[in-house]
């Protein structure tokens, strides 16, 4: 009930005279959903292609190989997901919780720790881990973790403090509790902010991610240290490529998953 | 009369001033020592750089020192970070000289894979060929070998009964947890590191027995045993004796040869020919005991890389007091 009240405030996707056609704009959509994969799997296609017509030497065909590009893929991709998760499980009830009028007080020394974090430069998170807790995954994660903790908070935060006050009167008017509140109004309401956030600490993380070789924690920072290292461009570029497309693929993904999240009607 | 805000001014700005002028004091004139019979390079000036490890650093400066004392004026650019923006560096004109290793050269900028045994081979390859391809002059190398090598602490070498790399190989193959190795990406890729190493001694260390980290690192990862107990090392670095380590037997003979030698461009080459002859005399000096020595004093003992160069060539005699 709450939500059909909301439901016609909070719509703004009617549909305009000019293309009521619900076939075109259907189209449109698919198209530009469609674009980024499309477009991603050009930049793979040309960078292999480009990899294939060279004459790679011993060294450069150490690193560029299937083994090697796939084990630093997945250890990138454990470290985003495990970090982003971890994020997510530290950040989103945190944040609920400083927008509760008790712990709001709280806010901004939570904040400005979440802010620290992202301000140290990630090397030095690595670095300053690395002298108190030693290297590996493990560090890596944790490093990943503080540094892309703000943006879920954040907007977490937000989200939940610019749902309009009278809505959430209106629920405890129809007799809901402050719980059910929360989880019928509150946070269906800010779930778009929240994605949004997430997926911003998502991209961070595909980016940061690439520091991880300095941990010994691997992933595609692997390849473009070496290649940087031993001066061979093929491997930097493919190390360096594969990172940005991985974070536009992530991109990509969190936007879909924004899509299929956000509750209907708002 | 001068309000206090322009008088905190005027001493801020002189402060600036002084202190200016007392670092250009740090990089002015030296005493002439025995170098100076070897050659004179007054009124000519060099931009002097190096990589940003230890060695790399005292090499910078004793250079700088030693081409000062003879009437050079020198600039210096120490502790570029990595051999690819040093040598960016001397090529694009940046720098005039840094000390490069002839098997860096070889395999990373010359783009060979299989390094030359020989030392004096190695070192007229290189000098050869960037001469030719790259106008560089190499000017004479330093006796000391920066060569890879695998080390170990010495109470664990005891224990786990390495002496030698062949008895390394047989660990890995037979245990290869008890044989869990630090490597550097560098040391990973290159024909002259890890793969011609298992190649030469027939071994296959499993990529989860190995930790990849920075070079620098990997002293302090093997004298803790965390997370490794062999470590790729450099034979000259001064943490292999503080730290208790020691360097297993390269048996087979399978790394190369590193000898490091100033390279300059063939314009400033052609402008300064005495600068050959003053590096003739400094780097013949430059043997493994002397810069295992100067790398201590600054990695263990804890001096400024300066300090330590200027004490060596003052010992010396070649640069005066």
Not at chain 2, 74 to 91: F, P, Q
Not at chain 2, 241 to 259: A, I, M, Q, S, W
Request: proline share 5%.
């Amino acid at each position: 009930m709450a939500t059909t009240v909301l439901a016609s405030r909070g719509s703004r996707e009617q549909p305009s005279g000019r293309d009521n056609v619900p076939g075109r704009s259907a189209l449109r959509t698919t198209a530009g959903l469609l674009f980024t994969p499309i477009l991603l799997s050009a930049v793979c296609l040309a960078l292999f292609a480009y990899l294939g017509s060279r004459d790679l030497d011993d060294i450069e065909r150490r690193s560029i190989n299937a083994e090697v590009i796939g084990r630093s893929l997945v250890e990138h991709l454990r470290l985003v997901a495990l970090s982003t998760v971890i994020v997510v499980v530290i950040a989103v009830p945190l944040g609920i919780l400083l927008t509760r009028p008790g712990p709001r007080r709280l806010a901004p020394v939570f904040l400005a720790l979440a802010n620290i974090g992202q301000a140290v430069p990630s090397v030095g998170l690595l670095v300053l881990l690395a002298v108190t807790a030693g290297i590996g995954f493990s560090q890596a994660v944790v490093a990943l973790v503080v540094y892309s903790l703000l943006p879920v908070l954040r907007n977490t935060m937000i989200g939940l403090q610019r749902v309009d006050r009278t809505l959430i009167d209106a629920g405890r008017g129809m007799g809901l509790t402050r719980t059910a509140v929360l989880f019928r109004v509150e946070l269906p309401l800010a779930i778009p902010v929240m994605l949004a956030g997430i997926r911003v600490a998502l991209i961070i993380n595909v980016g940061t991610a690439t520091l991880a070789v300095f941990t010994n924690a691997g992933g595609l920072g692997t390849l473009i240290e070496t290649g940087i290292v031993l001066n061979r461009i093929t491997i930097l570029l493919t190390g360096s490529i594969l990172a940005a497309v991985l974070a536009l693929a992530v991109d990509w993904l969190a936007g879909l998953a924004e899509r299929l999240l956000r509750p209907r009607g708002l | 009369m001068a309000s206090s805000s322009t008088r905190r001014r005027v001493t801020m700005i002189l402060a600036a001033v002084l202190l200016s002028a007392s670092c250009s004091l740090g990089t002015g004139p030296i005493a002439p020592g025995s170098l100076s019979a070897a050659g004179s390079l007054a009124g000519a000036s060099f931009t002097v750089g190096s990589k940003e490890f230890t060695e790399q650093e005292i090499l910078c400066h004793i250079t700088s020192l030693a081409l000062r004392s003879v009437g050079a004026t020198v600039t210096e650019k120490c502790g570029l970070a990595g051999s690819n923006t040093a040598r960016t560096a001397l090529t694009s004109g940046g720098i005039d000289l840094y000390w490069e290793y002839t098997g860096t050269a070889w395999i990373s900028f010359l783009q060979h894979t299989r390094p030359i045994t020989d030392p004096a081979e190695q070192y007229k390859a290189v000098a050869q060929e960037d001469l030719a391809k790259n106008h560089l002059v190499w000017l004479d190398p330093a006796p000391f070998n920066s060569t890879y090598a695998l080390a170990v602490k010495s109470d664990t070498a005891r224990s786990l009964g390495v002496r030698t790399i062949s008895d390394y190989a047989r660990l890995v193959t037979t245990n290869p947890a008890a044989a869990s190795t630090c490597v550097a990406s560098e040391f990973v890729s290159r024909d002259d590191g890890l793969p011609g190493l298992e190649k030469a001694y027939g071994f296959e260390i499993p990529h989860a027995n190995t930790a990849t980290l920075n070079e620098e690192a990997i002293y302090h990862a093997v004298a803790t045993a965390n997370p490794c107990v062999v470590g790729e090392a450099i034979a000259t670095d001064g943490r292999i004796e503080g730290l208790g380590l020691t360097l297993l037997e390269d048996d087979k003979h399978f790394f190369p040869v590193y000898n490091p030698a100033p390279v300059v461009p063939q314009s400033v080459s052609q402008a300064h020919p005495q600068l050959a002859k003053v590096i003739h005399v400094l780097a013949a000096a430059l043997d493994t005991k002397t810069i295992r020595e100067l790398n201590e004093k600054v990695d263990i003992e804890g001096q400024d890389e300066s300090m330590a160069a200027q004490a060596w060539l003052e010992d010396k005699g070649f640069i005066g007091k």
